[in-house]
């Protein structure tokens, strides 16, 4: 079983933030393959399904972002999932452009708490990303007050674009290999 976690903060006040990216984009997958995503356990919101032949859970922490690693590491126990092989993350990152995705399949949580977190409660920086471009805080902001606010109409259009493609390329990270995935949807918008 693979795990597709989209990383975000509960609740309507975050709802459609740039911090919410991963939600998003999780969304658009639960509604693409008709898995509903409402039960709670885990401290997430979840779902199972079948996505390109492959049993999945989607899962969103309700943890708030940065104790998203709480979430993952009790949702990776009970279901004896390998985060090295089979689990894959979404969420917003502030140096990519918007609506530009990046995937790796390691790394650091370079800055990004929900990604500690998950580092964290894991033991390992080693599993599948897609990150969701919402661009560079302008000089003179707040990271937080950015990240938790709202996209302009503009980048709004470009974002549903991005979330739509993310959700695509979770899907192919489940039956192809990660290089080829990489290749198709690591370019700049």
């Given at each position: ?24 984009a999780v969304g658009r997958l639960a509604d693409?393959?008709r898995i509903d995503i409402g039960t709670k ?65 390691k790394g650091s949580a370079g800055g990004h ?77």
């Amino acid at each position: 079983m693979y795990m597709i976690a989209g990383l975000g903060n509960p609740g309507t006040k975050y709802a459609h933030t740039r911090h919410n990216a991963g939600f998003e984009a999780v969304g658009r997958l639960a509604d693409r393959y008709r898995i509903d995503i409402g039960t709670k356990k885990f401290q997430a919101l979840c779902g199972t399904g079948v996505i390109e032949g492959q049993k999945v859970l989607l899962i969103e922490p309700q943890t708030y972002m940065n104790l998203s690693g709480q979430s993952l590491r009790a949702a990776c126990d009970f279901y004896k999932i390998d985060p090295e092989e089979e689990l894959i993350v979404l969420y917003d990152d502030i140096s990519l452009a918007p609506g530009q995705l990046r995937i790796r399949a390691k790394g650091s949580a370079g800055g990004h708490n929900g990604v500690k977190s998950i580092i964290q409660h894991l033991g390992t920086q080693t599993f599948k990303r897609i990150k969701i471009g919402v661009g560079e805080k302008p000089e003179g902001y707040d990271l937080a007050d950015y990240v938790l606010g709202r996209f302009t109409k503009e980048d709004r259009d470009v974002m549903e674009d991005a979330f739509s493609r993310a959700a695509s390329a979770a899907a192919k990270l489940l039956t192809e290999d990660i290089g080829s995935v990489m290749n198709t949807f690591n370019r700049t918008v």
